[in-house]
């Protein structure tokens, strides 16, 4: 008998392809009626497929007793609470590593344009100024400036990589130093803003790293610094970055990820010291194909009885 599992989102259609194959799927978000499809499936569900953002909810860890695998679309779990999965005995997996070249690509996309305001220029260009006005003005630099990472592990370590090709100064902060790593590290996160250029924040959601980019850190950047957050949203006080980057307190920012996504600030749409994404870090065709490829491969080894490719828990 195969496996019934619960898909909580849509996803690249090879990935629904091959669950459909392989599982019984029943489809969360086509259902008109939530909490009846939950009640009605949920007794028989064995595996749900989820990503970053959908999590695994309460109600659905309610409604579904048996289940065994949660298998999430994304690196960062910090929507699946993981203590309840692990008194529930439930195995959770998720997609590290395949999407670290895509997301230090966005950091450094982010850097590069809010340092040579591309999106200006090239705004500039359409709106024929460069003929009616002439050159479009003087930009910042990336090369010879320094740069602390908020997190390196993975993605932080490729975006270190990537910023001393641009021939900058990294340094980073964490819970641990890292002694092998080539880069001064900082104990303490305000001292490391304070010294820096450039703050790029890629550690991940949790309660320890929630709001961890304070008023104090913003303020300690400065008017010449700039923060880049392509982690999440909630290590970074928001409204206190709005008050710094409306104020001048710090210099701009470039920002993948948001507090209430798909919720932006209205305040930062009018701001040119800004360039924003719709969470597009991990957003390539390439890797977005990789991580279903995890998802499908992690539930086929948890019901064949393999060890898991990459598991959380
Ligand atoms: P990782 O390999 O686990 O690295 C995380 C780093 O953060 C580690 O170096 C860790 O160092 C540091 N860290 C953890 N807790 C900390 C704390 N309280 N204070 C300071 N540093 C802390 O994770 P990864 O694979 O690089 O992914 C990082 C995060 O990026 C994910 O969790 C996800 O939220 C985000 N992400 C975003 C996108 C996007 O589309 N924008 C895509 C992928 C991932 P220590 O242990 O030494 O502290
Ligand atoms: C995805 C991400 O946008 O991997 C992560 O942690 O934030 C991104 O890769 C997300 O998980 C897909 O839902």
């Known amino acids: 008998m195969t496996a019934e599992i619960l898909m909580l989102g849509r996803m690249l259609p090879s990935v629904m392809e091959a669950l459909d194959a392989a599982y ?4 969360l978000w086509e259902a008109p009626d939530r909490a009846a499809m939950l009640a009605d499936v949920g007794p028989r569900i064995r595996g749900v497929a989820t990503d970053g953002h959908l999590g695994l909810p309460g109600d659905v860890m309610e409604a579904c007793p048996g289940l065994e695998i949660a298998s999430s679309y994304g690196v960062g779990y910090d929507a699946i609470d993981i203590d309840a999965c692990r008194a529930r005995g439930i195995r959770v997996t998720n997609t590290p590593d395949v999407l670290n070249d895509a997301v230090a690509e966005m950091a450094l996309g982010l850097m590069l344009s809010l340092c040579r305001r591309i999106p200006q220029a090239d705004a500039y ?6 003929v009616s006005e002439g050159n479009f003005g003087l930009t910042g630099e990336l ?9 390196l592990g993975r993605i932080g370590k490729e975006i270190a990589r990537r910023c001393q090709a641009m021939k900058m100064q990294v340094v980073y902060h964490g819970r641990t130093e890292q002694v092998h790593e080539p880069y001064p590290f900082y104990a303490d996160l305000e001292a490391m803003a304070r010294d820096v250029d450039w703050l790029v924040v890629i550690a991940p959601g949790s309660a320890s790293t929630k709001g961890i980019v304070s008023r104090a850190v913003l303020e300690a950047l400065g008017p010449d610094g700039a923060l880049v957050n392509v982690a999440r949203g909630s290590l970074v006080d928001e409204a206190a970055l709005v008050d710094c980057l409306a104020s001048g307190k710090i210099g701009g920012a470039g920002l993948d990820v948001f507090e209430a996504e798909p919720k932006v600030p209205e305040a930062l749409f009018g701001m040119d010291n800004v360039v924003l994404q719709p969470h597009q870090g991990s957003a390539t065709h390439k890797t977005r194909a990789a991580m279903g490829d995890l998802v499908v491969k992690n539930l086929a080894a948890h019901f064949a009885g393999l060890p898991l490719l990459t598991p959380v828990a």
């Not at 090369?143 to 997190?151: D, E, H, P, S």
């Open 143 to 151: 090369t010879g400036r320094k740069v602390g990472i908020l997190g």
């Open 125 to 130: 260009v359409r709106a024929g100024k460069w």
């Open 24 to 27: 019984t799927v029943h489809r």
